[in-house]
Structures are given as structure tokens and as C-alpha cells.
């Protein structure tokens, strides 16, 4: 059981260069998220997705976009890198059981840096 | 959205016992409180969740007291290896969804 898998764990991009990070969870749940963490700063939402075909926008979503492909796989895509975006990037999956608050398992982070 | 505030760091010795309160004084009717944990170059982990009294489980024990502004995760004879970052959060339970919001977290240090 993978759990979270993201994708790559480790980026160089050039400012203006764009990419998508890749995450895939085999735990059906129903609800993905990915957020940004920079030292010190603690762990900001960028955007979520409740379930299979919606988005949302969280704390900082400007300069991302993504997709929800299906019920496993949420994409995090960045358009036109810029420096302010490297920074650790993680996933992570919802699982409510209905009675208590969300848990949230998260993938291993993708580590990018904006040149 | 409730905020919550924790210490920013705090140290402890192996054996010990250590208690890091969060304030949530705005918490809602309907939110639960729960704890991550995270080591460096790691995703955060989930620790314990709870929504009053007291909550254990074999990693952890969460106090909340009957006015629920506070919480208290005491995390009971601690190693080199509990030395992490832990976040407290507090969110609904209607599936929290977009309101899943990670402060600064409290660095704990134990020092051998």
C-alpha cells in the first residue's frame, strides 16, 4: 500500500519554464490537497479538492492551476515559474469516516527550486 | 476559521514528559482538534485527533478542556526521535476540507 506517491521529489526550473507535479493516492479517498511549505513558514493550502471533478482555491493560489483527473490522481501545475515558487511542495488525501474531522496523509513533498 | 496559536519552539530531555498547549479561543460547535507531527524532510503525520475530555492513543494523549480554547497534546517519555515539528489544528466535521489550515507548528527539541 503506497499511500500518497508524488512526483518527481526533486526539480530545477527556470524562471518563465513551466511544470506539473504529479500525485496519486490508492486509499480512495475522496478529498486531495497541496500545499506549499517554505522555512519557516509552516505548511500554506495552495488549492484542494473536495471530490472527483471539483476545486477550490486555498491561501495562495496565485500563479498555480489544477487537476483532478480522477478519484486517485490531483496535479499541481505551474504555468510560468517564478523564484517565489521554490519551495517544498506536498500532497496529501482526506479520509473522513462522517462523525469526526478530516485525517490527512501526505506524500513525501517534491523539492523545487526557480532559478 | 478557528486560528490557533502554539509555542513557536520548545526543548525537553529523553524520559521526560512533554505538554504543548495550542489556543483556539474562537473554535467553533462543531470542530474537532488534531495534531500532526512532522520531521524534517517529511510529510507531516497525523498524531490524534480529538473533540473534548481527554484522548489517547499509543503515541499520544490530547487534553481538551470543557471550554475547548485550548488543547494540550502530551506526548508522554519522550526520545531523540520524537524531536519534530507539531501542528495543531482545529476544523469542522462536515469533511474540513478547504479550512485545513497549518500554522508554524511548535519545534520540539529533546536533547539526550
Known amino acids: 500500500n503506497a499511500g500518497v506517491t508524488q512526483t518527481p521529489k526533486f526539480q530545477v526550473l527556470k524562471t518563465g519554464q513551466s511544470m506539473t507535479l504529479q500525485c496519486a493516492q490508492d486509499?480512495?479517498?475522496?478529498?486531495m490537497y497541496w500545499y506549499r511549505q517554505d522555512p519557516g513558514m509552516g505548511l500554506r493550502l495552495i488549492y484542494y479538492?473536495?471530490?472527483?471533478?471539483?476545486?477550490d482555491k486555498g491561501e495562495v493560489p496565485n500563479g498555480y492551476n489544477v487537476s483532478r483527473l480522477n478519484k486517485r490522481e490531483f496535479s499541481l501545475r505551474l504555468e510560468s515559474a517564478a523564484p517565489s515558487q521554490t519551495s517544498v511542495y506536498f500532497c496529501?488525501?482526506?479520509?473522513?469516516?462522517?462523525?469526526?474531522?478530516?485525517?490527512?496523509?501526505f506524500g513525501s513533498g517534491t523539492q523545487l527550486s526557480v532559478l | 476559521l478557528a486560528k490557533t496559536t502554539q509555542p513557536i519552539s520548545m526543548d525537553s530531555y529523553e524520559g521526560q514528559e512533554v505538554n504543548i498547549t495550542c489556543s483556539h479561543n474562537?473554535?467553533?460547535?462543531?470542530?474537532?482538534i488534531t495534531w500532526y507531527q512532522q520531521f524534517p524532510s517529511q510529510g507531516p503525520r497525523f498524531i490524534i485527533q480529538?473533540?473534548?475530555t481527554k484522548v489517547t492513543n499509543e503515541v499520544a494523549s490530547l487534553f481538551i478542556p470543557a471550554d475547548r480554547k485550548s488543547s494540550t497534546l502530551s506526548l508522554p517519555r519522550v526520545s531523540l526521535s520524537d524531536t519534530a515539528v507539531y501542528y495543531c489544528?482545529?476544523?469542522?466535521?462536515?469533511?474540513?476540507?478547504?479550512?485545513?489550515?497549518f500554522g508554524k507548528g511548535t519545534k520540539l527539541s529533546v536533547k539526550p
Open positions: 479538492s473536495a471530490s472527483e471533478g471539483t476545486t
Open positions: 496529501a488525501s482526506g479520509a473522513y469516516d462522517g462523525t469526526t474531522n478530516e485525517k490527512l496523509f
Open positions: 489544528l482545529v476544523g469542522d466535521y462536515g469533511g474540513s476540507q478547504g479550512n485545513l489550515i
Open positions: 486509499m480512495n479517498h475522496n478529498s
Open positions: 474562537n473554535i467553533a460547535t462543531n470542530d474537532y
Open positions: 480529538g473533540y473534548k
